[in-house]
């Protein structure tokens, strides 16, 4: 089934430890993005990377570090995790290259730093 | 600047009509979207409007755009406790490059 896979589902991890999200898409998209979900305050995008090769920072880039070394993978980094990035992260992508940017997400990381 | 801004909750009986509103700040939208979270899952796509046009009809989805206010509205008929979901306004904006800045999200409760 084409679509993005976001792993792990979800995760408790220890303040100071580093953490990777993984995120995979199958519809040979060129955008993609990683956005936190936090109550009250919607989507806030990380990262961003509109094509293999590329990367951009977002609104909240602080703390975080991404990769896109192929069209399919866009992992995001957390290196030494905090307990305000206890949050929601989803992946997400978009074919790009026109106005009409139809965004499709994965169904997200649930994460907690303690 | 861009800002995207929505009411965070709406409660509504089941059988009556949702009215979800959004107020954009950017002029530059090219395309206005509203997507649907639904418990413990990402966001899809719901319906979109372009930014020349005033209104958009998809079964019981009525999409109301006031370019002059920067208005936007998604209006449900007959809603339905499966309608119980995150919905979030966003636009595109061309900047360059295009980007998507999404709404807080408005929270409906459906009562049965």
């Known amino acids: 089934i084409a679509g993005i896979t976001q792993a792990p589902t979800s995760q408790i991890l220890a303040a100071g430890r580093r953490m990777t999200l993984r995120c995979t898409q199958d519809?040979?998209?060129?955008?993609m993005y990683w956005y936190r979900q936090d109550l009250g305050l919607g989507l806030r995008l990380i990262h961003y990377s509109n094509t293999a090769g590329t990367t951009g920072k977002g609104e909240v880039p602080d703390g975080y570090s991404v990769s896109r070394a192929n069209t399919d993978d866009f992992p995001l980094t957390l290196a030494s995790a905090v307990p305000s990035q206890t949050s929601v992260y989803f992946c997400?992508?978009?074919?790009?290259?026109?106005?009409?940017?139809?965004?499709?997400f994965g169904p997200g990381t649930r994460l907690t730093v303690l | 600047g861009e800002d995207v801004e929505q009411s965070l909750f709406l409660s509504v009986r089941e059988g009556d009509s949702s009215v979800i509103n959004c107020t954009y700040t950017d002029s530059s939208s090219t395309y206005l979207y509203w997507y649907k979270q639904e418990p413990g899952a990402g966001l899809q796509l719901l319906t979109y409007i372009f930014s020349n046009m005033d209104m958009k009809q998809d079964q019981r989805l009525t999409v109301l755009l006031n370019k002059k206010d920067k208005h936007l509205s998604l209006r449900i008929a007959d809603t339905q406790t499966g309608d119980s979901a995150i919905y979030f306004c966003?636009?595109?904006?061309?900047?360059?490059?295009?980007?998507?800045?999404f709404g807080a999200g408005t929270r409906l409760f459906v009562k049965a």
């Open positions: 997400a992508s978009t074919p790009g290259g026109g106005s009409y940017n139809e965004q499709f």
């Open positions: 519809m040979r998209h060129n955008a």
């Open positions: 966003a636009e595109s904006l061309n900047t360059g490059g295009f980007k998507t800045i």
